[in-house]
């Protein structure tokens, strides 16, 4: 799959000006970097990951003022009968975010991939409850979470990680560039609702999910790894 092959088409039909186009292109290898990084890191895949050309918007609902903007997101799919987990990149994101911002929420989408294939194995996601209030789900996010420490084995990473994602992340700076230069400019949006932001599988689908044996076990030793991070840090 072409990473940015979502991108291209929405500049072959004139929805993306050129010079957004251009620049997002020549700073992608920052996520590609970022992605090698990760894999490094954690010695484990990247799942396939693409840039969608929208600026990705989330609501707790459609009459609320309360919105936060979306720079990423973890999506299962199912592909010709195979599941498969696909990273959304947005180009806002890949366009306007400094590196070690780019490779923080990259990092962060990766630990909520890790959460999921885990859930998958232990047959536990029937249903991924996400909270509606903002503030909640952001605490619901940091707590179910892998501990960075447990997976990344890189200290700069770690750092980009722990000073952007201290309580949920925020990054003013680059919140402010996403709505002047693409929501101002009136470029493509995705408005979400964050209840309807969940994933749904039934049981019988999850049953025919098959996932290598090791990388079961990979992440049941990360698992275990994290537990015993989180203890240190609470004694």
Same mark, same amino acid.
């Given at each position: ?7 291209? %088409?929405? @500049? +072959? ?7 957004? =186009? %251009?620049?997002?292109? #020549? ?18 895949? =990247?799942?396939?990951? @693409? ?6 918007? !989330?609501?707790?609902?459609? /009459?609320? @003022? ?21 990273? +959304? ?6 366009? =306007? ?5 780019? &490779?923080?929420?990259?990092? &962060? ?18 249903? /991924?409850?996400? !909270? ?9 996010? +940091? ?7 447990? *997976?990344?084995? /890189? ?20 919140? /402010? ?5 693409? !929501? ?10 964050? %209840?309807?932001?969940? *994933? ?6 999850? !049953? ?19 537990? #015993? ?7």
């Amino acid at each position: 799959m072409d990473p940015l092959v979502r991108l291209k %088409d929405a @500049y +072959q039909r004139g929805v993306i000006p050129q010079n957004v =186009y %251009d620049l997002t292109v #020549k700073r992608f290898p920052i996520t590609v970097d970022g992605i090698n990084r990760i894999e490094k890191a954690s010695g484990i895949r =990247y799942p396939v990951a @693409y840039v969608e050309p929208s600026l990705v918007l !989330s609501s707790s609902n459609a /009459d609320s @003022y309360e919105f936060g903007v979306l720079f990423a997101r973890t999506i299962p799919v199912t592909f010709e009968g195979r599941f498969q987990v696909v990273i +959304q990149i947005s180009a806002p994101l890949v366009a =306007y975010g400094l590196k070690g911002t780019i &490779h923080a929420i990259l990092a &962060h989408e990766f630990l909520h991939f890790l959460e999921l294939i885990q859930k998958i194995s232990k047959m536990k996601l029937l249903s /991924d409850e996400i !909270s509606g209030n903002l503030f909640e789900n952001v605490h619901s996010d +940091q707590t179910r979470l892998l501990e960075p420490r447990a *997976v990344f084995k /890189d200290r700069t990473l770690l750092d980009h990680i722990t000073k952007r994602f201290p309580a949920g992340f925020r990054d003013h700076k680059l919140e /402010d560039k996403a709505m002047r230069f693409w !929501s101002d400019k009136n470029l493509p949006k995705v408005n979400i609702a964050l %209840d309807s932001n969940t *994933v749904k599988l039934r049981a019988e689908s999850l !049953s025919k999910i098959r996932i290598d044996p090791n990388f079961i076990k990979k992440i049941n030793e990360l698992e275990e790894k994290s537990s #015993k991070v989180r203890k240190k840090k609470l004694y």
